[in-house]
């Protein structure tokens, strides 16, 4: 596939899925192939902690744990972020909503400014092979491309393929303790989600246990439609 943008009126998206589903991975993919924003409360919460903010000193340890973050904080941060232009023509949610509370408040902020989710797309994987995806990733420290040290490398292994800097990272919660903790955390909290959107006619499901590019060709196919 090539990384073409397509040309689509504004829709919003929700990924679902446990960690190491791939929301990150694919998320990127989207935004650039149809100019939509990923907007990862993952990623809204470890800038918070890195800047010392109050929401990110309460976030901290609760993360560290691999447990949620309290609603809360995070639709707070979220309402922020979405408030901004450039989410005002098309968002895709990585990692958000991760409970009913949040879905809810989801859907307030959506109706407040005439939006809707088009699609809520769960990416359906087996809990045996998040440990591995997620213990072997990295991401460049400059542009925040992920990798993984099995499913997809740089081609030159020091140097990251999108914007050649050199320098790459590795999540502090990236650890079998603490992912596993994420994973009861999912089941628990966010995975009755999938019936939350069942119920509202957009859920979508993919099988993410296909390699990248075969989730990416699927969800492509879906967003598509989405916009059509
Ligand atoms: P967050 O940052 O959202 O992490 P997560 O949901 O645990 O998801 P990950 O980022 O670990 O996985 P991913 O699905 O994006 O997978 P990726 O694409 O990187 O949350 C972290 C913490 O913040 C939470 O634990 C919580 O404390 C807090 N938090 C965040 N949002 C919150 C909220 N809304 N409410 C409350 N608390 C919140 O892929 C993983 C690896 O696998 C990569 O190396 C990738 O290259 C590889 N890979 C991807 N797809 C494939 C494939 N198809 N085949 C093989 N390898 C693949």
């Known amino acids: 596939m090539d990384g073409a943008k397509t040309n689509s009126k504004a829709v919003d998206l929700v990924l679902l899925g446990p960690p190491g589903a791939g929301k990150g991975t694919q998320a990127r993919k989207l935004q650039d192939r149809f100019g939509l924003v990923q907007l990862s409360t993952g990623d809204l919460l470890r800038d918070a902690v890195?800047?010392?903010?109050?929401?990110?000193?309460?976030?901290?340890?609760?993360?560290?744990?691999?447990?949620?973050?309290?609603?809360?904080?995070?639709?707070?941060?979220?309402?922020?972020?979405?408030?901004?232009?450039d989410c005002q023509s098309g968002v895709i949610f990585d990692g958000f909503p991760r409970t009913t509370v949040q879905a809810e408040a989801l859907d307030n902020l959506m109706a407040e400014s005439g939006r809707g989710v088009g699609a809520a797309i769960s990416l359906d994987v087996d809990d045996d092979a998040m440990v591995e995806r997620i213990s072997g990733r990295f991401t460049c420290a400059a542009c925040g491309e992920g990798y993984h040290d099995s499913f997809k490398t740089p081609a030159n292994p020091d140097e990251c393929d999108q914007c050649g800097a050199t320098v790459f990272t590795r999540r502090a919660d990236d650890n079998a303790e603490t992912v596993t903790q994420r994973l009861v955390a999912y089941h628990a909290q966010t995975a009755p989600l999938i019936s939350y959107y069942g119920s509202q006619g957009v859920l979508r499901?993919?099988?993410?246990?296909?390699?990248?590019?075969?989730?990416?060709?699927?969800?492509?196919?879906?967003?598509?439609?989405t916009v059509a």
């Open 50 to 85: 890195a800047q010392g903010t109050e929401a990110g000193i309460a976030a901290k340890t609760v993360m560290e744990r691999g447990d949620l973050v309290s609603d809360e904080i995070v639709v707070a941060i979220l309402r922020d972020r979405l408030e901004e232009a």
């Open 205 to 225: 499901n993919v099988d993410a246990m296909q390699d990248i590019e075969k989730v990416e060709q699927n969800l492509t196919a879906i967003v598509e439609e």
